[in-house]
């Protein structure tokens, strides 16, 4: 990482990839000193949302839509929620080209330095093998996650900060091989 991209970017490990049949799964570990609600609160609350992922519209529900709006309108997508345990787990289907992904977050709460924390474990399973899109997905999460500190507090990360935070990372998600 350079000098210029160190400010971007936590010392917050990479997302660890696996293969499971015709798929690959891709799973990130954040730990946060404010409690799950909070956090809960940045994954489910559209302004949260739109503070570190997307803008949104959340029907906060199993079975449930969420419709986000990435970079004022140049990305959407529309996900349906299949897991909704307050503050604990909330999940959805995300049809990346032809092929539907599940996006999991499981939130539980830990003693930080004598305060409430929660530890967040995000999972992204079904990707497809064939290498389309894996860096970008693997790179966007980790510099989307960046963002959720500053959401947990109301700030939004502009656009051009998820970019670079992005760029930055492209050396550490390397394309994967089939």
Avoid at 11 to 18: E, R
Avoid at 64 to 74: D, E, F, L, Q, V
Avoid at 137 to 152: M, Q
Wanted: proline share 6%; charged share 20%; aromatic share 6%.
């Amino acid at each position: 990482m350079s000098t210029m991209t160190s400010p971007l970017l936590s010392d917050a490990p990479n997302g660890v990839v696996t293969t499971h049949g015709d798929a690959r799964q891709i799973v990130f570990h954040r730990r946060y000193r404010q409690p799950v609600e909070k956090v809960w609160a940045a994954l489910t609350v559209p302004e949260r949302l739109a503070d570190w992922l997307a803008e949104a519209q959340v029907d906060l529900r199993v079975g449930g839509a969420i419709r986000m709006n990435w970079n004022k309108g140049a990305h959407q997508a529309g996900m349906t929620i299949t897991v909704c345990d307050p503050p604990h787990a909330l999940a959805w289907i995300w049809t990346i080209g032809e092929r539907d992904t599940l996006v999991r977050f499981d939130l539980a709460p830990i003693s930080d330095n004598g305060g409430e924390g929660c530890a967040l474990t995000v999972t992204h399973s079904g990707l497809s093998l064939d290498g389309a899109r894996d860096g970008g997905v693997r790179a966007g999460w980790h510099a989307h996650l960046e963002a959720i500190p500053d959401a947990i507090e109301g700030r939004a990360t502009p656009w051009a900060t998820k970019v670079a935070r992005e760029n930055a990372l492209a050396d550490r998600y390397p394309p994967l091989s089939t």
